[in-house]
């Protein structure tokens, strides 16, 4: 049982680059949420979904976009990476909204 | 929105001793979670407490929802409690969202 599994664990892209990260859940849980912590911050929520093929925006929105097609991914998309992007981005799960979040091991992006 | 207040920011200690941190919040919450933070980045859920006391091992946690504030103990620290401890709470309306504090780094020495 992997949990909450994100792909690539590290990335560098040059400003004007687009990627996409990976999100995938094996524990069949109806929520999905991409998050990013800045140095010495706590986590802000960029997406979230509350079910398969539903999105929406969090905090900080602004330059991501977001797919859930499957139950059990969920994309973070940059579409022209800005060196303000640069940051760990983390992917949580959890079966409904009165239980735990369960995060994954986090993507380390740094845009140059 | 909500503010999410955690003392100490820092916090070194002797391996051995005991600690007590705590996380302070602004609003009515449905979701309090704590969080520790290893020197790898990984973020190890610890506690879902949204009221009450749990226990778990070394670690134990009370939340006192109606004056809105929370605290972790963590007794007979070892070297491998190092790290971030977060606190992060969800309000009982609006959106599903996580509002972390800044977190308490910890660092246990041998």
């Known amino acids: 049982n992997a949990g909450v599994t994100q792909t690539p664990k590290f990335r560098v892209l040059k400003t004007g680059q687009s990627m996409t990260l990976l999100c995938a859940q094996d524990?069949?849980?109806?929520?999905m949420y991409w998050y990013r912590q800045d140095p010495g911050m706590g986590l802000r929520l960029i997406h979230y979904?509350?079910?398969?093929?539903?999105?929406a925006k969090g905090e900080v929105p602004d330059g991501y976009n977001v797919s859930r097609l499957k139950k059990q991914n969920f994309l973070l998309g940059l579409e022209s990476a800005a060196p303000s992007q640069t940051s760990v981005y983390f992917c949580?799960?959890?079966?409904?909204?009165?239980?735990?979040?369960?995060f994954g091991d986090g993507t380390r992006l740094s845009i140059l | 929105g909500i503010q999410v207040e955690q003392s100490p920011p820092d916090l070194i200690l002797q391996e051995g001793a005991n600690s007590t941190l705590r996380c302070n919040f602004s609003?009515?919450?449905?979701?309090l979670q704590w969080f520790h933070q290893n020197p790898w980045g990984q973020l190890i859920n610890l506690f879902y407490?949204?009221?009450g006391t749990k226990q778990n091992g070394r670690l134990s946690a009370t939340t006192v929802a109606t004056e809105r504030y929370s605290l972790l103990y963590i007794s007979s620290s070892q070297t491998t409690d190092s790290g971030v401890y977060f606190c992060?709470?969800?309000?009982?309306?609006?959106?599903?969202?996580?509002?972390f504090g800044t977190g308490t780094r910890l660092t246990v020495i041998p």
């Open positions: 992060a709470v969800e309000l009982q309306t609006g959106a599903n969202n996580l509002f």
């Open positions: 979904s509350v079910g398969e093929g539903t999105t």
């Open positions: 609003d009515s919450v449905n979701n």
């Open positions: 407490i949204p009221s």
């Open positions: 949580a799960s959890r079966w409904d909204r009165v239980k735990a979040k369960h």
């Open positions: 524990m069949n849980h109806e929520y």
